[in-house]
């Protein structure tokens, strides 16, 4: 299987390093939710991540096809019962109404995020046929067999004579046999860590479709490999998704593909790591989670206040995809800090203009290559922490600028127009953060808004009540807020 680090390299070289591939495009499959519940912060992180790198791809002037699945049929928990029918037994609805309520909650998190949508969003309930198609090429080539209208991938088997089970994850097959989970109809299995590609039904399972074993659903791991071979070809160059996901999932999914038609999926797997929470790992039986909503609305325990989304992407662009993130009040307070210099630094570099009359020296020299290095630091693993380090350089050289220890006359005309271009592009383009002024509806409440508390201290002023006058003065100063009292009365702005 090839080092992901030849994906990287090549970001660097010329374009026909995928295009050779697919007629112009680069082909990337990234593993979506399992839409039985709300989406969690894991998976935003790894749809944040996946979206950065689509972005940085197209920049490059790639096209790309991207698509991410629905999981709607096939996915069961640990005790063999389908995750959607739970979901629409606990919440007394039908299936594909539990399915339609948290796919459109999914994509409302995904705007609210800035996550740009993929270029096809397939659901596995929508290619039912191209999996028993898979199912057959599977049995036909002698890696699976059917046992009582259920059809089982023998691993035994493809280990044997294939020699890839395990490349993937690492792991040795006999560590791969032993970590198998204990599900329902083990006894139909030739091993117990064969696995289902197709599953005959319980009389009381909703969700089924007629096959030539026998009306069943297909198992989880197969609709990932049907749908990325349908939209992207046998192979394809990125396959992407969360590291809890390399074993058991894609490990499967990669035997499916050999096992079907012989050829590895993907050229390049990436997989994002953990994120948890004040040093542990998140888990709602020990109260150690929080979920979107709760950092939004700073309805939680575990935080001071309340954070924004694009505060929230901002943190987690601070660590490498494949890196642990750990998620703090303090790291999430540190995140809005630096989001709001970054924002500061783009709205101040676009009030500054130039003359027209410069000079390449030392200062024009050090904004250029503070520029090639972010974007090298973007081809080399799509490392956004390095990248945004620069970014914070340019920050203090536009600052500088501003207040005058820096003369733009040092820049030429070329390198400033460089500068705004590659500063805006970085922030929005790339990274995919948005500026969060407040504007129209709400800032005229919060006009209003203030307006009252003005008046409420006024009046607390002229009634000699310097407690209550002091007391909302440090308030607002502790929420960044600064009153200004003139000859035509008091003004705020946001400091």
């Given amino acids: 299987m090839n080092s992901a680090l030849t994906l990287y390299n090549s970001l660097s070289r010329k374009k026909e390093a995928f295009q050779s591939i697919h007629e112009g495009y680069i082909g990337m499959y990234v593993c979506g939710p399992t839409v039985y519940n709300d989406v969690h912060l894991g998976n935003c992180r790894t749809f944040v991540s996946f979206d950065v790198i689509f972005r940085y791809l197209r920049y490059l002037g790639y096209k790309v096809r991207y698509v991410r699945n629905i999981t709607d049929?096939?996915?069961?928990?640990?005790?063999?019962?389908?995750?959607?029918?739970?979901?629409?037994?606990?919440?007394?609805?039908?299936?594909?109404?539990?399915?339609?309520?948290?796919t459109q909650g999914f994509h409302d998190m995904m705007r609210i995020f800035n996550v740009l949508p993929p270029s096809i969003e397939p659901r596995a309930s929508g290619h039912i046929l191209e999996?028993?198609?898979?199912?057959?090429?599977?049995?036909?080539?002698?890696?699976?067999?059917?046992?009582?209208?259920?059809?089982?991938?023998?691993?035994?088997?493809?280990?044997?004579?294939?020699?890839?089970?395990?490349?993937?994850?690492?792991?040795?097959?006999?560590?791969?046999?032993?970590?198998?989970?204990?599900?329902?109809?083990?006894?139909?299995?030739?091993?117990?860590?064969?696995?289902?590609?197709?599953?005959?039904?319980?009389?009381?399972?909703?969700?089924?479709?007629?096959?030539?074993?026998?009306?069943?659903?297909?198992?989880?791991?197969?609709?990932?490999?049907?749908?990325?071979?349908?939209?992207?070809?046998?192979t394809f160059d990125i396959h992407g998704g969360g590291n809890d996901l390399k074993f058991p999932h894609h490990e499967n999914e990669v035997a499916q593909n050999v096992g079907a038609c012989q050829c590895q999926p993907a050229n390049y797997w990436l997989h994002t790591n953990m994120l948890l929470m004040?040093?542990?790992?998140?888990?709602?039986?020990?109260?150690?989670?929080?979920?979107?909503?709760?950092?939004?609305?700073?309805?939680?325990?575990?935080?001071?206040?309340?954070?924004?989304?694009?505060?929230?992407?901002?943190?987690?662009?601070?660590?490498?995809?494949?890196?642990?993130?750990?998620?703090?009040?303090?790291?999430?307070?540190?995140?809005?800090?630096?989001?709001?210099?970054?924002?500061?630094?783009?709205?101040?570099?676009?009030?500054l203009s130039h003359s027209g009359q410069g000079n390449a020296g030392e200062l024009d020299g050090e904004i250029n290559q503070l520029i090639d290095q972010a974007r090298a630091h973007?081809?080399?693993?799509?490392?956004?922490?390095?990248?945004?380090?620069?970014?914070?350089?340019?920050?203090?050289?536009?600052?500088?600028?501003?207040?005058?220890?820096?003369?733009?006359?040092?820049?030429?005309?070329?390198?400033?127009?460089?500068?705004?271009?590659?500063?805006?592009?970085?922030?929005?383009?790339?990274l995919g953060l948005q500026e969060e002024n407040i504007g129209g509806e709400a800032n005229g409440k919060m006009d209003g808004l203030m307006q009252l508390i003005i008046e409420l201290r006024q009046r607390s002023r002229a009634n000699k009540d310097w407690a209550t006058a002091d007391k909302i003065r440090d308030t607002l100063q502790e929420l960044n807020i600064q009153l200004k009292d003139g000859k035509d009365g008091t003004s705020w702005s946001l400091d």
Wanted: charged share 25%; hydrophobic share 35%; with cysteine.
């Fill in 73 to 102: 049929v096939g996915h069961l928990l640990d005790g063999g019962e389908d995750r959607i029918l739970k979901g629409a037994r606990l919440e007394k609805l039908e299936p594909m109404e539990v399915v339609q309520k948290y």
């Fill in 378 to 430: 973007m081809s080399d693993d799509f490392n956004t922490p390095m990248a945004l380090a620069r970014l914070f350089e340019l920050v203090s050289k536009i600052n500088g600028l501003r207040d005058g220890h820096l003369q733009l006359s040092q820049l030429t005309p070329e390198t400033f127009a460089r500068l705004q271009g590659a500063f805006s592009d970085f922030t929005f383009e790339i």
């Fill in 131 to 234: 999996q028993i198609e898979m199912v057959q090429a599977i049995i036909d080539n002698g890696y699976a067999y059917e046992t009582n209208g259920s059809v089982y991938f023998d691993t035994v088997k493809f280990a044997e004579k294939e020699k890839v089970y395990g490349q993937l994850s690492g792991r040795v097959i006999d560590e791969l046999f032993s970590e198998t989970r204990d599900l329902k109809k083990q006894d139909e299995k030739r091993h117990p860590a064969d696995f289902a590609i197709w599953m005959k039904a319980d009389p009381e399972h909703i969700m089924r479709w007629k096959s030539p074993w026998s009306e069943g659903f297909p198992g989880w791991h197969l609709e990932c490999s049907a749908m990325s071979t349908k939209y992207l070809g046998p």
């Fill in 278 to 351: 004040n040093g542990r790992k998140m888990s709602k039986s020990d109260g150690n989670t929080i979920t979107p909503e709760q950092l939004f609305t700073g309805n939680s325990e575990h935080i001071s206040k309340s954070y924004s989304p694009m505060v929230l992407r901002f943190f987690m662009l601070q660590s490498h995809y494949r890196s642990t993130l750990d998620l703090t009040d303090d790291a999430l307070g540190a995140a809005e800090k630096g989001y709001r210099r970054l924002m500061e630094g783009y709205r101040t570099l676009q009030g």
